[in-house]
């Protein structure tokens, strides 16, 4: 069952055993996806002054053409505090990005974070110094 803003917390377990059939991969190999030599991004871009803007304005930058209706994110609070990932319903996605910091006392976009579409087969990796790539899943 979705909470308050349709949205719901998946311990580290379940994350892992979902995203693994949604991405391919193990959930907690994503902190070396930037270093692999067989996944490559469909593209790799960089937003301008991107210390400068709030969540909401870095995932509208990024997420601009993505209309999938179920979205996972995992944030650094899934490694740091090993907290798991969240399954958000897109209609609620600005709601939730914009509480997120009075919910858990940071920022989705101040450290590394991994936007999962399953619906359009499709992950963004935003690095916490502006960049964020698109790639297709499922990884090899």
């Known amino acids: 069952m ?10 580290w377990n379940e994350s892992n055993r979902l995203l693994n059939d ?11 996806l930037s270093h692999s030599n067989i996944n490559k991004p469909v593209y790799c871009r960089r937003i301008n002054n991107w210390q400068d803007l709030y ?8 997420c601009d053409k993505i209309s999938s ?3 996972y ?7 740091s ?9 897109n209609k609620n996605i600005e709601k939730f990005i914009l509480t997120y910091n009075e919910m858990h006392d940071e920022f989705i976009f101040e450290d590394d974070a991994f936007l999962i579409f399953p619906d359009e087969n499709k992950m963004i990796v935003y690095q916490h ?5 698109l790639y297709t899943l499922p990884l090899n």
């Open 22 to 32: 949604i991405i391919g991969i193990n959930a907690v190999e994503l902190a070396m």
């Open 129 to 133: 110094e502006g960049y964020y790539m």
């Open 55 to 62: 969540d909401i304005d870095i995932y509208r930058t990024i």
């Open 2 to 11: 979705m909470g308050v803003f349709d949205f719901k917390p998946i311990n």
């Open 73 to 79: 994110i995992i944030s650094d609070l899934f490694y």
């Open 69 to 71: 209706e179920e979205i």
């Open 81 to 89: 505090k090993n907290i798991g990932a969240f399954c958000v319903n």
